[in-house]
T-cell receptor
Framework: EDQVTQSPEALRLQEGESSSLNCSYT??????LFWYRQDPGKGPEFLFT???AGEEKEKERLKATLTKKESFLHITAPKPEDSATYLC????????????FGTGTSLTVIP | DTGVSQNPRHKITKRGQNVTFRCDPI?????LYWYRQTLGQGPEFLTY????????KSRLLSDRFSAERPKGSFSTLEIQRTEQGDSAMYLC???????????FGPGTRLTVL
């Protein structure tokens, strides 16, 4: 079965202190890897899709990268408004239409 | 608003009662998912529709749960004889094509007393 493991579970950063979140995955044929941001009490908000190893995507202070076993979400010079839970999900070619989510990384950026 | 909408946003019920949630997808999206999410966990897949056809259901899904998508538009998720363990956020997500990203609704927060 496809699996996703995210680390760390929680991360506290000072404003401006760059860091990376990790998403390790096991899937039989990757159809896509997805990053979402989720604020408390709300539905996840789509950030990026990555399809193949070596691919990178960037949006404001966020950059997502992909290898054959893991993905990183790099946060450069974070601001307090970047505080949220970041979720990673995968969809495999051989596992129908299901998406498998990790448990997320809870990010807190301190002013 | 052209996003995914869900109603109600909050539902409090007593154990043993039936509840029904509604999801209205983005109009061009023919694929619709229901998820359950508890505190500190990622969304857990419940069921998937392509147009009006329910193509996949989680093996973990109790037979107290049923979902429909008449005419391939809005969808409903019903939970019969609710239990306290059903307390969670129920999320609906839709997408346009295979390999594409899902767009989530705001969720329905269910509390079973």
């Amino acid at each position: 079965e496809d699996q996703v493991t995210q680390s760390p579970e929680a991360l506290r950063l000072q404003e401006g202190e760059s860091s990376s979140l990790n998403c390790s995955y096991t899937v039989s044929g990757l159809r896509g890897l997805f990053w979402y941001r989720q604020d408390p009490g709300k539905g996840p908000e789509f950030l990026f899709t990555l399809y193949s190893a070596g691919e990178e995507k960037e949006k404001e202070r966020l950059k997502a990268t992909l290898t054959k076993k893991e993905s990183f979400l790099h946060i450069t010079a974070p601001k307090p408004e970047d505080s949220a839970t970041y979720l990673c999900a995968v969809q495999g070619v051989n596992t129908g239409n299901q998406f498998y989510f990790g448990t997320g990384t809870s990010l807190t950026v301190i002013p | 608003d052209t996003g995914v909408s869900q109603n109600p946003r909050h539902k409090i019920t007593k154990r043993g009662q039936n509840v029904t949630f509604r999801c209205d997808p983005i109009s061009e999206h023919n694929r619709l998912y229901w998820y359950r999410q508890t505190l500190g966990q990622g969304p857990e897949f419940l069921t998937y529709f392509q147009n009006e056809a329910q193509l996949e259901k989680s093996r973990l899904l109790s037979d107290r749960f049923s979902a429909e998508r008449p005419k391939g538009s809005f969808s409903t998720l019903e939970i019969q004889r609710t239990e306290q363990g059903d307390s969670a956020m129920y999320l609906c997500a839709t997408l346009w094509a295979v390999g594409g990203e899902q767009f989530f609704g705001p969720g329905t927060r269910l509390t079973v007393l």
